[in-house]
């Protein structure tokens, strides 16, 4: 039963047990990535300022040599008495703001914070088949604990930059691909890329714009596990331009094949 009264009426009146050092704050940090970088992985080096533990006192934030003592006003827990009305209730101790402990003879690094401010640089390991939105959690990097209290954690946020070639949804990769209208009516092979090099593609004749033809295996492998996505090939029939006299005549000529009459 005290274990409840204390956590019910010390959230109430802001008592309970003596507080704990606090736990280091998460930290954050996007990193950027190519598109080939997120499908295939990598592993970058970031530079991060933080707060970090004081080496010279070891988090305590008490002289070398020295150690924190025992509060003076609550005698260790952290804890005070306050009369409120009918009502007797405890509170942090306004001299040891709860934690029992004061430190009379501070480190003179870091002045009795027990922690002080550093950049420090770390090897993260980014796992193919990433996108936009994942985060990597690197434990214990993040800001180190108050007076020895456990670190936070390090979130690598990733972003993944637009590709000049390739979209991404999901685990496929889509692209355009042009070719002339001589190719999509007879139909042919030409080559496309894909994040491996070029490949070939076989053109059906009668193709039409927006005509989709499936790559299997050439999309991204998902960071999850699975099957491999495949590359969407979207092809675009081009308008032909600069034609010269005799290329305008054969056009003329396969128009009035066709029934119709030609333009000047």
């Not at 707060?51 to 010279?56: F, G, H, P, S, T």
């Not at 001589?182 to 714009?209: F, H, N, W, Y």
Request: with cysteine.
């Amino acid at each position: 039963f005290s274990d409840i009264f204390g956590d019910v009426f010390g959230d109430i009146f802001g008592g309970g047990r003596r507080q704990r050092a606090s736990r280091g704050s998460d930290l954050r940090y996007n990193m950027d990535l190519t598109l080939e970088e997120a499908v295939r992985g990598v592993t970058k080096e970031i530079r991060i300022p933080t707060l970090d533990e004081c080496d010279v006192c070891h988090g305590s934030g008490a002289k070398a040599g020295s150690s924190p003592a025992t509060c003076p006003t609550c005698h260790g827990a952290g804890q005070v008495q306050m009369r409120q009305g009918f009502f007797t209730v405890q509170q942090a101790c306004p001299t040891c703001q709860g934690r029992g402990k004061v430190i009379k003879d501070p480190c003179t690094k870091c002045h009795g914070h027990g922690r002080v401010e550093r950049s420090k640089t770390l090897s993260v390991k980014i796992p193919a088949g990433v996108d936009t939105g994942d985060r990597i959690r690197l434990e214990g990097e993040g800001e180190a604990g108050e007076h020895g209290a456990p670190s936070g954690d390090l979130y690598v946020q990733v972003q993944v930059k637009a590709h000049k070639i390739f979209e991404r949804e999901g685990n496929n990769l889509y692209c355009e691909v042009p070719i002339n209208f001589a190719m999509a009516a007879l139909g042919g092979e030409i080559e496309v890329p894909t994040l491996d090099g070029r490949v070939s593609l076989k053109i059906p004749a009668e193709t039409q714009t927006g005509k989709m033809f499936r790559m299997r295996g050439r999309g991204v492998k998902s960071v999850r596990g699975g099957a491999q996505g495949d590359l969407m090939c979207r092809v675009v029939v081009e308008t032909p331009v600069s034609l010269n006299e005799k290329q305008k005549q054969l056009l003329r000529d396969l128009e009035e094949s066709f029934g119709g009459v030609s333009g000047e």
